[in-house]
């Protein structure tokens, strides 16, 4: 594994000791992965936009991106005005979309989830930052630690390794996409199972360690794919 999967891995020591322990439950461990996705989509918006590898093209009929190939591409590179308009549109795109998901995303789980919404009739008003901002700082070391563990894994592989250098911005946003999805479904099963079950917190102590495991495969299969679009050494001549 890569010294940075063990940086991910300590970030995530945190939750899985305070829910081992008893201190944390659903009430803390949903809002805590739920803001790890925003995590997530904020170093998203900056690979985007530092990405120098080159911008596929968009189809003019339905304005989306053609299948790539690397004659039929916009030029990358970190100071080229036209890769950077796109990236900035790629950016704009990335944040509304994502956005989005993340707005509905935690109405569901602050409102629906979390103060039990039933046929239709809510207890509070899902849609009430104060509500929101409640259950996050209830957790707000264990945020710090996970942003410290993203932010980690950005400076030394994206710009220390220089990632970014073969980075395309569109690779760049689909890619939270998969992580997040499993990431979320792993611990809202546990959330689902933990209810139905008496003694709840063993059980969510394994989802929690199935959602870290999870995110460590993520995380290695993301480095692989940046290895496998690396430039080849050059061959000494002579």
């Known amino acids: 594994m890569t010294n940075s999967a063990y940086i991910i891995i300590a ?6 000791a305070m829910t ?10 949903l809002p805590l992965y739920w803001s790890e996705s925003a995590i997530i ?19 003019n009929r339905r304005g989306e991106p053609t299948e790539f190939t690397p004659q039929d591409a916009i030029p990358g590179g970190m100071y080229s005005a036209l890769a950077l308009g796109a990236k900035m549109f790629t950016a704009a795109f990335f944040t509304f979309h994502f956005g989005m998901f993340m707005f509905v995303h935690g109405i569901f789980l602050f409102g629906f ?6 046929l239709g009739k809510a207890t509070v008003d899902p849609m009430n930052p104060n509500l929101w901002l409640h259950y996050l700082w ?42 997040v999805i499993v ?6 099963l546990g959330a689902f199972v933990s209810t139905a079950m008496p003694a709840a917190g063993p059980v969510l102590v394994f989802f929690v ?7 460590v495969h993520a995380h290695l299969k993301e480095r692989a794919r940046a290895a496998q679009q690396a430039p080849a050494p050059a061959t000494p001549v002579g």
């Open 11 to 16: 970030a995530n020591l945190l939750p899985l």
């Open 20 to 29: 081992m322990g008893g201190a944390w439950a659903l009430n803390e461990i």
């Open 41 to 59: 989509g904020f170093f998203t918006l900056l690979k985007i936009l530092m990405a120098g590898g080159p911008i596929a093209k968009l189809n």
């Open 113 to 118: 989830v979390l103060q039990g919404m039933h």
């Open 138 to 179: 209830a957790v707000k070391w264990g945020i710090l630690s996970l942003f410290a563990g993203h932010a980690a894994s950005f400076f030394m592989n994206y710009l220390g390794a220089g990632e970014y250098r073969q980075a395309r911005p569109d690779q760049c946003m689909s890619a939270p996409y998969p992580r």
């Open 183 to 188: 990431m979320h479904f792993t611990i809202l």
């Open 209 to 215: 360690a199935a959602k870290i495991f999870a995110d």
